[in-house]
């Protein structure tokens, strides 16, 4: 059974730093792609980074060259450094594992619980 645990949210000042972790307490990714979404009040649930099994990573226009998303198999957690913070990064983090977008939404094996996120301005 896979269970994502995230970790790492609080409140940050605008241009602070925060790094996220999510660690898998099941079985291993194994070539799971991994990602990081985000859900504001009000708004739908997007997609912020992804990692797939070669490293290759992806990223949402509006984070390229602030955030890294990295994974260490070997502690089955994956991380997101997030860096130069701004108060349009305000949200509920979700990790998942062996996400995909259908036609109307994103859809993973296995969700995290979430954690919060505040940047003041």
């Known amino acids: 059974q896979v269970q994502l645990v995230e970790s790492g949210g609080g409140l940050v000042q605008t241009g602070g730093s925060l790094r996220l972790s999510c660690s898998n307490s099941?079985?291993?990714?194994?070539?799971?792609?991994m990602g990081w979404f985000r859900q504001a009040p009000g708004k739908e649930r997007e997609f912020v980074a992804g990692?797939?099994?070669?490293?290759?990573?992806y990223y949402t226009d509006s984070v390229k060259g602030r955030f890294t998303i990295s994974r260490d198999n070997a502690k089955n957690t994956v991380y997101l450094q997030m860096n130069s913070l701004e108060p349009a990064d305000t949200a509920v983090y979700y990790c998942?594992?062996?996400?995909?977008?259908?036609?109307?939404?994103?859809?993973?094996?296995?969700w995290g619980q979430g954690t919060q996120v505040t940047v003041s301005s």
């Open positions: 990692i797939v099994w070669t490293d290759s990573t």
């Open positions: 998942a594992a062996g996400y995909r977008r259908t036609t109307s939404r994103w859809e993973a094996a296995y």
């Open positions: 099941g079985r291993t990714f194994g070539s799971s792609n």
